[in-house]
């Protein structure tokens, strides 16, 4: 009956032909598939956006001091004299205005979340023009920026999607403190674009703070510069800091959700299980309404192979299609889709959902297991069916 190639192609064309004559069983199994990839895929776009966000707005060439052993921007304190002493650290880039340092102020203020009307932390971040300049991409893409010394304040693009009241113009009220909105800033969709942003000595001025701040950021020449720098920090008894590039500082705050990847594949996991059980029994079913047509294979000379990966194949392509169709829904729901969640020092982060190839291949990878676990068995039972029990069956 020629090769066994020609009759597995055979058997695999006849079994997606017929398909369409068992189609609600076969949309059962899609449908199944679907739903276990776009869920997969909607934890996974949330885990690589709030990364992303993250990631992207560390430099290597900016170091990052913040108080030894403390977690976050709002667990540190640094004082003026640790600041002019910084200053003097080997590596740190000079100008004509002296060294490229930015020390600054992060304190936490309520925001209304525009998706549920509810408070939420949002931090208010105290810079001079030279943290301003130090970012990467920071431009004001509405209004200006604030006047030293006044209580003006610009604004994240971030925060103007996901918080109500910070519109330009508009006036907002911290305790008993009244800020003018100047302007609107982008950094090109990263972290800081979750922020407000007013003059460092107003804030310490109004937060009672004195003359300390929390970070102290300074432009290295290059990033091998960072070496000599710590060891300038612990030879000096002074300086009880941790300092790190702010590109690492950032990929280490970016790890707390990290876990969303994992739970996605866990919760995917424990729904593929559900599916598979749904899949089975459609390929079972698959089987066995087709009893005659294998047993006349069998019967004119096809293989029990050709049988077995007719089935599986069969699976496969209606895992497939599933998957396919669940990534379409996935990428049209949440791809670009804003959120926002609790960051490293309890304030929200605004981030977008980030859809991208390698998660598209992660969920076509679940699909094609629910096909292969679906078909084999079912499959196993096609390829040693006899000829004789799979006509009396069928009669």
Not at 91 to 104: A, F, H, L, Q
Not at 140 to 168: K, S, Y
Not at 310 to 338: H, K, M, P, Q, Y
């Amino acid at each position: 009956m020629g090769s066994i190639f020609s009759q597995i192609s055979a058997v695999v064309a006849m079994n997606i032909r017929s398909l369409p004559q068992r189609f609600w069983m076969s949309l059962a199994m899609v449908i199944a598939s679907a739903v276990v990839v776009a869920i997969l895929l909607a934890f996974l776009a949330m885990a690589k956006g709030f990364s992303a966000t993250l990631d992207s707005a560390g430099s290597e060439n900016v170091a990052i001091f913040t108080r030894e052993g403390s977690a976050a921007e709002l667990n540190s304190v640094i004082s003026r004299d640790q600041v002019n002493i910084i200053e003097t650290a080997p590596g740190v880039v000079k100008d004509e205005n002296g060294p490229v340092i930015s020390p600054e102020l992060y304190v936490i203020v309520d925001g209304i979340k525009k998706s549920s009307q509810t408070e939420a932390n949002i931090p208010l971040r105290g810079i001079d023009e030279r943290g301003f300049a130090m970012r990467k991409n920071v431009q004001i893409t509405d209004g200006r920026m604030f006047t030293p010394g006044t209580n003006e304040m610009i604004v994240g693009a971030g925060i103007l999607r996901e918080f109500d009241g910070f519109a330009l113009g508009e006036e907002v009220r911290f305790g008993k403190v009244i800020w003018k909105v100047v302007g609107v800033f982008s950094t090109g969709g990263n972290v800081f674009e979750s922020e407000l942003w007013a003059d460092v000595k107003v804030l310490q001025s109004l937060y009672n703070r004195g003359s300390s701040y929390q970070t102290a950021r300074v432009q290295m020449s290059s990033p091998n510069d960072l070496e000599a720098v710590r060891k300038f920090v612990a030879d000096d008894p002074r300086l009880n800091l941790d300092v790190e590039t702010e590109e690492a500082y950032f990929k280490a705050q970016g790890k707390q959700l990290s876990y969303m990847a994992y739970f996605g594949w866990i919760i995917s996991s424990i729904m593929a299980l559900g599916a598979l059980a749904g899949a089975l029994n459609t390929m079972y079913t698959s089987v066995a309404e087709r009893a005659r047509e294998i047993a006349t294979l069998r019967a004119i000379g096809f293989s029990s192979l050709s049988a077995f990966v007719g089935t599986i194949v069969e699976a496969l392509v209606l895992a497939a299609i599933g998957g396919a169709f669940g990534s379409i829904v996935a990428f049209l729901l949440f791809d670009g889709l804003n959120a926002s969640t609790l960051g490293g020092s309890f304030t929200q982060v605004v981030f977008s959902f980030e859809m991208t190839g390698d998660l598209f291949i992660q969920g076509g990878i679940i699909a094609l297991m629910i096909g292969f676990l679906s078909g084999f068995f079912p499959a196993f039972r096609a390829a040693r069916l006899p000829v004789i029990v799979a006509f009396r069956n069928a009669a």
